[in-house]
């Protein structure tokens, strides 16, 4: 693509982007469903029906009801009330795992593009190593660790995403250091920091976008899956998979104790990936048609 | 091509110390004094520090490491704390539950979403492909452990069909299957489906259909064929994903196998399974992932072995 072509696209670029905003529908539709489940746990406490730690053993375990519409639990706390408390935490879930593995592998896969040599050397063999963990596997090595509780998992689940931040940073960097902007702040003598964080990283944030929304959804499964297993978040946390695992107890006798906590997972994560999915579209030069 | 492989092969060991080094050293940070678990709650001092200088612990860390990489090389990989018998024996144990397992799962998941992914691409922009395509997107975005419970209780409760928990024969599979499967279905389903699309347009599946061949003939031989280097690559890379998803099936259906022996010795910090099993783990990938490079270097001649 020529310079001026891209200008002539840039300048061209809002109507269009608008347009094709409106005409794809993953981004519409996911965007939707990521705004119910930001919107759920922002205005939480105002919308709850009952605090979701507020036990009264004479409602222990209610079908769905009008009074309860997704039924108690075993302590007779409301299960709907939990599952609008556990959105505010699948949200900090998010924040926290891509905030730290964003933080950390973002400027290490920067650096270790734009300096190249040894220092990349380095970095992707250390890079390599984190990749080659399942991810759950090194997951539940750092929680053996540190020990079982909602925020050692989230330092887990930022540990083995690190190496797709870092990665993906590298090779947006190895491919911006050559461009003729970034070429031109360094004769103009910026210095290596200036042409690292406010050249090239401002321009690789739409990658960068999209995958921390496609992780978004790694996240909470993740989080989810660990919190199950018993190693995330410890009870009385209204955490989805905590919830499931909870409902495994209640199986033949009261299904939806894990029914409705595993359908918020599954809508929380659908609507992730579908936004990631649609983002990508619109970002992503690759996966652009026409 | 074999230079390729060389260069590859000798990236692997550099690799494979970097694990081990990241193992030994992240379970020696673990709380606890192996020596005291070892010789059990009860035992008096003189006892545990016997066990110390037996385990080797009172020698230099990177010593300790030297010692460990030696031993692990010669398949030795310490003794559980729990059950005081050799890592290896209890691995070697539920190996072939894990590995049974995960070859059915894979299968389900090539079987299934080469199927879904091809018959999408064909029928491109009708229902059925958006059904596909939409099933594929939910079967990666639910949790294993959910859908494993939701089946249990329709299949097993309910209809008493399957049995609830535990290995045993073929009915023992389906649940574990499917519930493994669905996901490696779903990302092999989307990628096919894209990865036919792209061929399908090209001139030579036009030639070929103009010359009168039968359409499911060019699906089969001409279109798929050159479809599956994104496909190989899928399926290879997600084994580390899989071995994952074995690790939460594993415990939702108390199947005797590896993913269940990790989340218990987790549980009680029963720290030489943890470092050996971790290990075997991330070598399993790192080998699968070094075949699969190899597999597709000899599939697609255009790569260029730099």
Redesign the interface.
């Known amino acids: 693509m020529s310079v001026t072509s891209t200008r002539q696209d840039r300048r061209a670029g809002r109507p269009r982007m608008g347009r094709k905003i409106l005409r794809q529908k993953n981004l519409f539709f996911g965007g939707l469903m990521v705004a119910i489940v930001v919107l759920v746990g922002i205005v939480a406490p105002w919308i709850s029906p009952a605090s979701p730690y507020s036990q009264n053993l004479g409602i222990a375990l209610q079908a769905p009801s009008v009074a309860h519409l997704f039924g108690t639990d075993q302590y007779g706390r409301d299960v709907l009330a939990r599952i609008i408390f556990g959105a505010r935490l699948s949200l900090m879930e998010i924040a926290l795992g891509v905030g730290m593995s964003a933080v950390v592998g973002v400027p290490v896969g920067v650096v270790s593009g734009y300096y190249g040599g040894r220092v990349d050397q380095i970095i992707t063999?250390?890079l390599?190593?984190l990749f080659?963990?399942?991810?759950?596997?090194l997951a539940?090595?750092?929680?053996?660790?540190l020990?079982a509780s909602l925020f050692n998992m989230l330092i887990a689940i930022a540990v083995f995403s690190v190496p797709v931040y870092g990665r993906l940073a590298r090779n947006v960097t190895l491919a911006l250091k050559e461009v003729e902007y970034t070429e031109a702040a360094r004769a103009l003598g910026a210095r290596a920091g200036r042409v690292m964080f406010s050249h090239i990283l401002r321009n690789s944030l739409a990658p960068l976008i999209v995958q921390a929304t496609l992780s978004a959804?790694t996240i909470v499964?993740t989080a989810?899956?660990l919190s199950?297993?018993?190693?995330g978040a410890q009870p009385p946390t209204p955490e989805w998979?905590a919830m499931?695992?909870n409902?495994?107890n209640f199986?033949?006798v009261d299904?939806s104790l894990?029914?409705f906590?595993?359908l918020a997972?599954?809508f929380a994560?659908?609507g992730f990936?579908?936004l990631g999915?649609g983002l990508r579209d619109l970002l992503d030069p690759r996966f652009r048609s026409g | 091509m074999t230079t390729y492989a060389l260069k590859k092969l000798l990236a692997l060991p550099l690799v494979v110390l970097g694990v081990s080094a990241l193992i030994f050293f992240a379970v020696r940070i673990l709380p606890g004094d192996p020596a005291k678990l070892m010789a059990g709650p009860k035992a008096p001092q003189s006892v545990v520090e016997a066990m110390r200088v037996r385990m080797g612990l009172d020698r230099p860390l990177w010593v300790q490491y030297e010692s460990f990489l030696w031993r692990a090389l010669h398949g030795d990989l310490g003794t559980s704390i729990r059950s005081h018998k050799p890592v290896d024996t209890e691995i070697a144990e539920r190996f072939p539950y894990t590995l049974r397992l995960a070859l059915a799962a894979y299968l389900f998941a090539i079987v299934t979403g080469i199927t879904a992914g091809v018959l999408a691409a064909i029928n491109q922009k009708t229902w059925f492909d958006s059904a596909v395509m939409f099933l594929a997107i939910i079967g990666a975005s639910t949790a294993n452990f959910w859908l494993a419970l939701m089946a249990m209780n329709i299949f097993a409760v309910h209809l008493g069909w399957l049995p609830l928990l535990g290995a045993g024969g073929w009915k023992h599979y389906v649940l574990p299957t499917f519930t493994l499967g669905l996901f490696p279905a779903a990302l092999v389903a989307r990628m096919t489906r894209s990865s036919m699309l792209e061929v399908i347009n090209q001139d030579y599946i036009r030639t070929a259909m103009s010359k009168g061949l039968r359409p499911a003939v060019v699906y089969r031989k001409h279109a798929l064929r050159n479809a599956l280097i994104p496909i190989v690559t899928v399926v290879g890379l997600n084994l580390g994903g899989l071995l994952g998803g074995a690790v939460v099936t594993e415990t939702v259906f108390n199947w005797p196998g590896l993913g269940r022996l990790l989340v218990n010795a987790v549980q009680f910090r029963d720290y030489p399974i943890i470092q050996g099993l971790t290990l075997l783990t991330v070598l399993t990938v790192v080998l699968a992932n070094f075949v699969v490079d190899l597999v597709i270097a000899v599939i697609n001649p255009r790569i260029r072995y730099d």
């Not at chain 1, 080659?132 to 596997?137: K, L, R, S």
């Not at chain 1, 539940?140 to 660790?145: C, K, P, R, T, Y």
């Open positions: 063999w250390f390599d190593i080659a963990f399942p991810g759950i596997v539940l090595l750092v929680v053996s660790i020990g959804g499964l989810a899956s199950f297993l018993g190693l998979g499931v695992s409902g495994r199986l033949g299904t894990s029914l906590p595993g997972i599954t994560v659908l990936n579908i999915d």
